[in-house]
């Protein structure tokens, strides 16, 4: 009697057609399942906001547009997201002394550069 494996009476016994379609299901799914994020893989993170926005004071000090008190004096930077309508980043740079004492730079939630609010309200 030959033992080796015939795929004719394989497929005639159900126990293999149910762990063949069982495979083939599972499979077919782990091909299209993924993760939380977008298809695009472009999710803008708050830490990157923070960078961003770090960049950009610096180029605003170094370019005269905020005073150079602004790097001496510089107290703390906060990254908060703001959710009216449509999510945006905000950068806040707050200082020890002097008026304004704050600057605000917005980002979008694709990390487009949305804006500036040098008077602190």
Request: aromatic share 10%; charged share 25%; glycine share 8%.
């Amino acid at each position: 009697m030959d033992e080796s494996f015939n795929i004719v009476k394989a497929l005639k016994n159900p126990i293999y057609i149910t762990i063949t379609i069982l495979l083939v299901l599972l499979s077919v799914s782990m091909l299209f399942a993924h993760g939380p994020k977008s298809h695009e893989g472009n999710e803008f993170t708050a830490l990157q906001a923070a960078k961003k926005g770090i960049t950009l004071y610096d180029r605003l000090v170094e370019s005269g547009k905020l005073a150079e008190s602004w790097e001496k004096d510089l107290k703390e930077i906060e990254v908060s997201l703001r959710q009216r309508g449509n999510d945006q980043f905000v950068v806040k740079f707050r200082r020890s002394k002097g008026d304004p004492q704050t600057v605000y730079i917005f980002f979008n939630e694709k990390g487009e550069y949305n804006g500036s609010n040098f008077t602190g309200d």
